[in-house]
């Protein structure tokens, strides 16, 4: 499951090559030539700050080719890159390349770049070239993977995700099928290389390309795999890494998914809790099982009634989605669900929608690349049957997400090419220590693949916040960023947690109070204390939202899981 979000259309490269599909160039790699970007910036779905110090045109882009498929180099893709330079001389001073990926699968790293440049404190500042990049299939790169217009992908309102019978439920799999057709029909040749160890390959050849012995990578949410086997495929290679709101590498694709249904769930009910704890002000009810009935009250009165004919329960689900990633959008969520539950005005919510959900091309660009890599690094059920009783079952146990998550993915049922193997993640001695970064209650990467790519590469380290936003690394958490930026300037890690058994954890509330929390004070919800499976050093989350007038919030950092 991932967040829809806005990428950048661009103008197409001239491709040249006898009996090369359009988008494949039978040309050899060569340097990226660095021209000032211009009007080629993304859209902002970062709200991507200035760099101080810096103008506008110092931001450069540029793209490189790379193989199409690395076991015949014959033919080439392009990658779109952004590069802001650091000030820093050449030499110790100077920290090399920090390439950055902001997850997805099908998100834009190019504007990514521009927040890290920015973000990025004195002494530190200017001592990376901060790079960011369009994976292949991806905004500006070429080829860039479009399937369906985009107005038919998400004409409103959308049958509803949850099915009420086997009619219902066809309509839905017969529009996820449709979507494969098209994807296989355009796409045939590309398809087949649309993988995350690819891409991968493709980060070493943006490295080789830039002339960097070794490069360093910051990466959230689904960059974090994309990270990881990076770091197995090319030990040697890597500089720092940070990884930021881990993927587990135990369930591609399909199982982590199914794990992605609770954790979503549990964290609207932390919604619906925060919403009920301020009933003075959103008059929702006083309990979470309260603010829960009119949740769904309302969710059943917009299938037979859509807002202004356009936001029905489809509308909705992948409205309040995004308050799993962020609940920096709480206090503007609940108040549109208060203007419709009390007043039958449906304006806030039109305008929530409008606000942070994307159904243009660029969402539909990073829709079909998500669907592509993921329906093609591993294998998926082909037998629907399997889908209907897996979803059945868990749409008992975490109603939100399951039915809308189960949408999301079922074009990989039907995909024209079948899910490989995926890269087999490993530790290797050449590995410098990778920094881990994880939210507890992170609903798009559930915190025990943290813990479980902790253990996997044991020269790790783990810093965990008691909080729920996708993306902690940069998002005004000083006890992380702190540890953070230490790391980046010199490898500094912290000491490995010791071991010991059976701890909890404090309450978010009690961590919160403390502060921070001491080094190795116990895994998250009720794991074990053994070694390698407890966060190395635990911070405390950034404080819940409180309740304002509405207006425009930004946006996490991280994108998709």
């Known amino acids: 499951m991932k967040r829809v979000i806005r990428v950048v259309a661009g103008v197409a490269l001239l491709a040249a090559g006898i009996g090369a599909p359009q988008g494949a160039v039978a040309q050899r790699r060569d340097e990226p030539v660095w021209k000032p970007c211009g009007g080629q910036r993304g859209t902002g779905i970062f709200g991507p700050p200035a760099v101080p110090g810096r103008a506008a045109n110092e931001e450069e882009c540029a793209w490189v080719r790379v193989p199409l498929d690395y076991g015949d180099p014959s033919r080439t893709i392009s990658l779109a890159l952004t590069r802001i330079r650091g000030t820093a001389a050449p030499g110790r001073d100077h920290l090399g390349v920090l390439l950055v990926n902001p997850g997805g699968p099908g998100a834009s790293g190019r504007d990514l770049a521009r927040r890290v440049a920015a973000q990025l404190p004195p002494g530190l500042s200017g001592r990376f070239d901060v790079v960011g990049f369009d994976p292949r299939g991806v905004g500006r790169s070429r080829p860039a993977l479009r399937c369906m217009s985009p107005e038919k992908l998400y004409d409103a309102p959308r049958p509803d995700y949850v099915p009420r019978d086997r009619r219902e439920e066809g309509v839905l799999v017969g529009r996820a099928r449709r979507y494969a057709e098209a994807c296989g029909s355009r796409w045939n ?29 910051l990466g959230y949410s689904y960059g974090t795999y994309l990270g990881a086997v990076y770091a197995t495929l090319f030990p040697d290679r890597v500089g720092r890494m940070v990884l930021d709101s881990v993927v587990d590498p135990k ?42 009935f009119a949740w769904y009250a309302m969710r059943d009165r917009l299938r037979d009634h859509p807002a202004g004919g356009r936001l029905g329960p489809s509308e909705l689900d992948d409205l309040y989605t995004v308050a799993g990633y962020s609940d920096l959008v709480w206090p503007q969520f609940a108040r549109a669900f208060s203007a419709y539950v009390r007043k039958g005005d449906a304006g806030p919510l039109l305008a929530a929608h409008r606000r942070n959900v994307e159904t243009d091309a660029a969402a539909e660009n990073s829709y079909a690349v998500y669907l592509a890599v993921q329906c093609r690094d591993a ?22 997400l399951t039915w809308s998550n189960a949408w999301y993915n079922a074009p990989c049922a039907f995909w024209p090419q079948r899910g490989g193997t995926p890269v087999r993640l490993r530790d290797d001695p050449r590995l410098p220590p990778i920094m881990l970064i994880q939210a507890e209650r992170d609903a798009a990467t559930p915190y025990d693949g943290a813990l479980r790519l902790r253990r996997l590469f044991t020269a790790s380290r783990l810093v965990s916040a008691t909080s729920g936003n996708h993306g902690v690394a940069f998002d005004g958490n000083a006890c992380v960023d702190r540890r953070l930026f230490a790391y980046l300037r010199d490898g500094t890690l912290p000491a490995p947690a010791p071991a010991a058994t059976s701890a909890r954890p404090a309450a978010s509330g009690d961590a919160r109070r403390a502060g921070t929390a ?44």
């Open 518 to 561: 001491g080094v190795g004070t116990g895994a998250a919800y009720g794991a074990a204390r053994r070694p390698g499976i407890a966060a190395d050093v635990r911070c405390a989350g950034n404080p819940e939202p409180v309740p304002v007038e509405d207006r425009p919030v930004a946006r996490p950092i991280a994108m998709g899981g």
């Open 189 to 217: 040749w590309l398809l087949p290389y649309m993988t995350t160890e690819n891409s991968a390959r493709d980060m070493d050849a943006i490295r080789e390309a830039l002339g960097e012995r070794r490069i360093s990578y």
């Open 251 to 292: 369930g591609i694709w399909y199982e982590s998914n199914l794990a992605q249904n609770v954790t979503f769930d549990r964290r609207h009910q932390d919604f619906l809790r925060w919403t009920a704890r301020h009933n003075d002000v959103y008059r929702l009810g006083p309990t979470q099982k309260a603010v829960s």
């Open 379 to 400: 294998p998926w059920p082909r037998d629907w049957g399997a889908w209907r009783r897996d979803m059945t079952r868990m749409h008992s146990r975490a109603p939100f």
